[in-house]
């Protein structure tokens, strides 16, 4: 079998805010360790609640807490704001995939405390196939021998890719 690259949640999440992003990442480009602002990885770990001790390592996936709710496992992500909805939405639908592939069904739910709001997170075959379509667009992002173009969005300000992306600015 051809060997293809593990994808991670935190590549999905990063596929819905920035493909060069991903590009970077997966070429290990390292990010400017003195920017200020929030940087890879610590950025999700913050933009996440409560992250710790009840975190379940599944190998590609770290899932933080999952649930029963009247008798159905639910996996919980608990988010400091809706601001990245559709990647947090994908993140989660990619851990659904997972435990699915491990004979395990569940929801999901995003919750913001802040916010006082929540959303269900359901897997379909629908989503499943726009979820394998996105980590086939990972893996042959990672394989141009250049990172796609950058394009300004508001996540550039918080990426401590900036300086990489933007040094002539
Ligand atoms: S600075 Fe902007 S374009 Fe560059 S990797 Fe970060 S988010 Fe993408």
Redesign the pocket.
């Known amino acids: 079998m051809p060997y293809e690259m593990p994808v991670t949640g935190t590549d999905i999440w990063y596929y819905y ?5 991903c590009w ?1 990442m997966a070429h290990r480009i390292a990010p400017d360790e003195e920017d200020e602002n929030v940087e890879i990885g610590r950025f999700i770990h913050e933009y996440r609640y409560e992250r710790g001790k009840r975190e379940l390592d599944l190998g590609s996936v770290k899932i933080d807490r999952v649930i029963k709710v009247k008798g159905e496992l639910v996996v919980r992500e608990i988010k400091k704001s809706s601001r990245f909805l559709e990647s947090a939405r994908f993140q989660l639908l990619y851990y659904l995939d997972v435990l699915r592939n491990m004979g395990v069904i569940a929801k999901g739910e995003l919750v913001f405390p802040e916010e006082r709001d929540k959303e269900t997170v359901e897997w379909t075959p629908e989503k499943k196939a726009e979820l394998d379509k996105a980590v086939e667009e990972i893996r042959r992002i990672a394989r141009l021998p250049m ?1 796609p173009e ?4 508001s ?2 300000k ?5 300086e ?3 040094a002539e600015e």
Do not use: D, V
């Open positions: 805010i920035c493909k060069r992003q970077l990172p950058p394009k300004k969005i996540f550039c918080k990426c401590a890719y900036r990489y992306c933007w």
